[in-house]
């Protein structure tokens, strides 16, 4: 691993300067032990924690670091199920305990990590919202943001959960439709917290664009289309690698408007934050494109990037940061609409990868509890190490 640069060179740090949050998409409890996530944001200026299912699964099924608490939790008699609430729990709250002089240095604005409802519940908006509280509950810390799905299910859940006081990050969010769903449902939501007298400033949400995924559909279907053209495949190939990035910039047009308006001024004059953009599935899935293409375009006031760590080291080693995120608007929304009269029906393709996100959380919730599970059976007769079910610490309350 590269050694991070001196903090004046650090493009990591820099980001801040120019307005954009840096957020890692990874939790592993080796990582909080060892301080690794406290020098991540001494040294590069990381200011929050995602994390997901498949996020767990391989941290559990990748490292020895759970398996003492797995035993211990076995001997007690919890399921996997059980054992998994109990083991990500512990790592949300000591997660958000070094984050929490973040959160509390910044007025609340950063400093946050997430955790996601079961994604079982992605099309069950009572179960969503009764997760939601009850996780909102016993993590207990007000640095903790909640994961609800952008689902057609998930966006009442939305605004229940915000107009309860409750932190939301949005995630599974692929359109621009849908977006303004999304913010509809916060704005709702505060409404409901304005009648129910709750200080707004208390309350928080990130709204969770997912990028990377949506070139890995269109771009093949640009190419499979572009094959069967005459004289005009370069027109069409043309288009590949800027779906996503076009679709970034016209939703940050879409935040800006809407909290710049009129509407949203009323709450903020009562203490509201915006509901700030989160870039995420920013990792490069295809070799032919840049290792920071979903990193450098997309710096700009307001937002947050939240980075695999492969992509964090690689734009900590040579990111070239520039606030780019309003420069070639126009060019965005003429790509969408050059999409569009190619038969692309981008709203249709936003569904899709919605419906197969969920399904990849589902799998990999699934393969989470199979994992803590095999490996209680390996453990049942082997002494753990050390006498702790989790991280060592003194428990913070909000």
Not at 232 to 238: D, F, H, I, Y
Not at 331 to 357: P, Q
Request: aromatic share 6%; proline share 5%; with cysteine.
């Amino acid at each position: 691993m590269r050694e991070p640069k001196a903090a004046g060179e650090n493009p990591l740090k820099t980001l801040q300067g120019l307005g954009q949050s840096i957020w890692i998409d990874f939790i592993q409890r080796g990582m909080i032990l060892s301080g690794e996530l406290q020098r991540l944001i001494d040294e590069d200026g990381v200011s929050g924690v995602t994390s997901n299912p498949t996020i767990f699964e391989k941290a559990i099924d990748h490292s020895q670091d759970y398996d003492n608490a797995i035993h211990l939790l076995a001997l007690e008699g919890k399921n996997a199920a059980e054992m998994y609430e109990t083991l990500v729990i512990d790592d949300i709250q000591h997660a958000a305990d070094i984050l929490r002089p973040l959160y509390e240095t910044t007025d609340g604005a950063d400093g946050f990590v997430s955790l996601e409802v079961s994604p079982h519940l992605a099309h069950d908006t009572a179960g969503t919202i009764a997760e939601g509280r009850r996780l909102w509950n016993h993590v207990a810390r007000p640095n903790v943001l909640i994961k609800v799905p952008a689902t057609e299910e998930g966006v009442p859940a939305i605004r229940q959960l915000i107009g309860e006081g409750i932190n939301v990050n949005i995630t599974l969010l692929f359109g621009l439709a849908r977006y303004r769903q999304v913010i509809e449902a916060y704005l709702g939501g505060l409404e409901d917290a304005v009648a129910k007298h709750l200080p707004l400033r208390n309350i928080s949400s990130v709204a969770s664009f997912f990028l990377s995924r949506i070139d890995v559909l269109v771009d093949p279907l640009l190419q499979k289309d572009a094959a069967k053209e005459a004289g005009n495949e370069n027109g069409t190939l043309a288009l590949r690698g800027l779906t996503a990035l076009s679709c970034a910039r016209l939703a940050y047009r879409i935040y800006r408007d809407v909290f710049g308006g009129e509407r949203f001024r009323r709450f903020s004059a009562r203490g509201a934050r915006t509901q700030r953009l989160l870039w995420a599935s920013t990792s490069t899935k295809n070799p032919e494109y840049p290792d920071v293409k979903y990193v450098e375009p997309l710096i700009g006031p307001g937002t947050i990037n939240t980075l695999p760590l492969e992509t964090l080291r690689a734009y900590r080693d040579h990111g070239k940061p520039r606030a780019a995120l309003t420069d070639n608007v126009s060019e965005a929304r003429g790509v969408l609409e050059r999409l569009s009269h190619l038969g692309y029906d981008l709203e249709t393709i936003s569904r899709r990868l919605e419906e197969e996100g969920a399904r990849k959380f589902n799998e990999s919730f699934d393969l989470l509890l199979s994992t803590i599970a095999r490996k209680s059976d390996r453990q049942s007769d082997i002494a753990p190490a050390a006498a702790v079910s989790g991280p060592a610490r003194g428990r913070r309350r909000g």
